[in-house]
Nanobody, 127 residues
């Protein structure tokens, strides 16, 4: 079992920035690829981005490239999501997810590839 706890969400004005953190516990963090998803009211879960086990490779939703950055510190069992130039369209609950991976360089993009999920943290960007 892996337990994931997100933090860092909140209310920000459009154009502002937030950094989300996700702390993992329970199993060897470095064995898991990590991802961020979001869900806005009335919409489906959306892939935001992911990072490989070895922290070298990342993948992002096309629409978010250049504004969002994912990083991880395996020594601290933590993954981060830096979000810049936020707009009201980024308002959503953001979820951290962990997926076991045999390959240190693989970045899962599909929800089904992640077996563990955090409880989510609300991000609201006001206009």
């Amino acid at each position: 079992q892996v337990q994931l706890v997100e933090s860092g969400g909140g209310l920000v004005q459009a154009g502002g920035s937030l950094r989300l953190s996700c702390a993992a516990s329970g199993r060897t963090f470095a064995n898991y690829a990590m991802g961020w998803f979001r869900q806005a009211p009335g919409k489906e879960h959306e892939f935001v981005g992911g990072i490989s086990r070895n922290a070298v490779y990342t993948s992002y939703a096309d629409a978010l490239k250049g504004r969002f950055t994912i990083s991880r510190e395996n020594a601290k069992n933590t993954v981060y999501l830096q979000m810049n130039s936020l707009t009201p369209e980024d308002t959503a609950v953001y979820y951290c997810a962990a997926g076991i991976s045999d390959f240190s360089t693989y970045v899962p993009r599909r929800q089904a590839e992640y077996g563990y999920w955090g409880q989510g943290t609300q991000v609201t960007a006001s206009s």
